[in-house]
C-alpha cells in the first residue's frame, strides 16, 4: 500500500486507540473512502469520521482535542457545525469529523461505514448504516430537469448581460449543469464507480466517460459564460425536444452578451 494511504488509515487507527484509552466512547466509525470504499483511497483522501460518545460525553469530545492531539499535532482546527469538526494536522493529514451520542444517530443521514474501533461492551446496534433515506438528487424523467436547465440558461444569461457576471456564471454552470448532471444516468450507461448518494458531481467523470468528454465546453468560465450556455444548449437539444422559441432567446441573449 502506497506511504500516503498507510498513513491515512494509521492515523485512524491511532485515533480509535486514543479513544478507547478515554473509556468515554463507544465506536469510531469511518467514513467514505477510509469507510466501506477502501479501494478508492488514494494520495488525495483524506479522514472522513463520526465519534459516537457514551452518554453524556458529547461535548467533553467538542471542548477537549487531547484525543486528536495525543496523535499527532494540529496545525488547524475549525468547527463548522455544532457536531464537529475540519482540520488539518501538522503533517498535512486532513480530515472532518462529528461528534455523536448513540440517541442521536437515528436522525443522521450518512453514507454506510465502517467499524474503525468499537468498545467490547457496546449495546450491539449496527451504526454502519444510516436509518435515514438520503434527500434523491436523481430524477427519474427527463423533462423536469432540462427545461429547468433550459430556464438557468435564459435567467443567467440575461444577469450576466446586465453586468452580473458572477449570478450568471452561477445559473449557466452550476445550476443549469446540474439539472443535467441529475439525468445522466438515464442517458448513458453508468459506469458502477462508487456513485454519491449526496452529490451527482463526485467521480463523474469516472462514471460517465462518455458525457465528460463535453465537460470542459459548458465549463469555459467567468469570461465565457455564453460560450458554455451555447455549448448546453446545444447538448440538451441533442437530448430533448426543445422549445424553440427558448432556444432562440437563449442565442439571442447569447449574442447580446458576447458583443
Not at 491511532?14 to 470504499?37: K, P, R
Not at 438557468?152 to 449570478?167: I, K, P, T
Not at 468560465?221 to 422559441?245: C, F, I, K, M, T
Request: hydrophobic share 40%; net charge negative.
Amino acid at each position: 500500500m502506497p506511504q500516503r494511504q498507510h498513513t491515512l488509515l494509521t492515523r485512524l487507527n491511532q485515533i480509535g486507540h486514543q479513544l478507547a484509552h478515554t473509556q468515554q466512547t463507544w465506536l469510531l466509525l469511518g467514513l467514505g473512502s477510509v469507510g466501506q470504499e477502501l479501494e478508492r483511497l488514494d494520495d488525495y483522501s483524506d479522514l472522513d469520521f463520526f465519534v459516537i460518545t457514551k452518554p453524556g460525553q458529547k461535548q467533553r469530545f467538542l471542548d477537549q482535542l487531547d484525543w486528536l492531539e495525543s496523535v499527532h499535532p494540529l496545525s488547524f482546527i475549525f468547527q463548522n457545525t455544532v457536531d464537529g469538526f475540519k482540520l488539518l494536522f501538522a503533517d498535512g493529514i486532513y480530515g472532518e469529523c462529528a461528534i455523536f451520542e448513540l440517541d442521536e444517530m437515528p436522525e443522521i443521514a450518512f453514507s454506510p461505514g465502517r467499524i474503525v474501533w468499537q468498545d467490547p461492551t457496546f449495546p450491539g446496534t449496527d451504526l454502519t448504516v444510516s436509518k435515514q433515506t438520503p434527500p434523491s438528487i436523481r430524477r427519474d424523467t427527463l423533462d423536469f430537469a432540462l427545461n429547468e436547465a433550459l430556464t438557468n440558461l435564459y435567467v443567467g444569461l440575461c444577469r450576466y448581460a446586465r453586468g452580473e457576471r458572477l449570478s450568471g456564471l452561477q445559473l449557466v454552470e452550476q445550476h443549469a449543469f446540474s439539472q443535467l448532471l441529475s439525468v445522466l444516468h438515464l442517458l448513458e450507461p453508468e459506469v458502477v464507480y462508487y456513485p454519491d448518494q449526496y452529490g451527482n458531481e463526485r467521480r463523474a467523470e469516472q462514471r460517465f466517460p462518455q458525457a465528460q468528454e463535453r465537460f470542459a465546453d459548458v465549463l469555459q468560465g467567468y469570461d465565457r459564460v455564453p460560450q458554455s450556455a451555447l455549448a448546453l444548449l446545444e447538448w440538451l437539444e441533442q437530448l430533448h425536444p426543445v422549445n424553440q422559441a427558448m432556444a432562440a432567446e437563449i442565442r439571442r441573449l447569447a449574442a447580446v452578451c458576447q458583443k
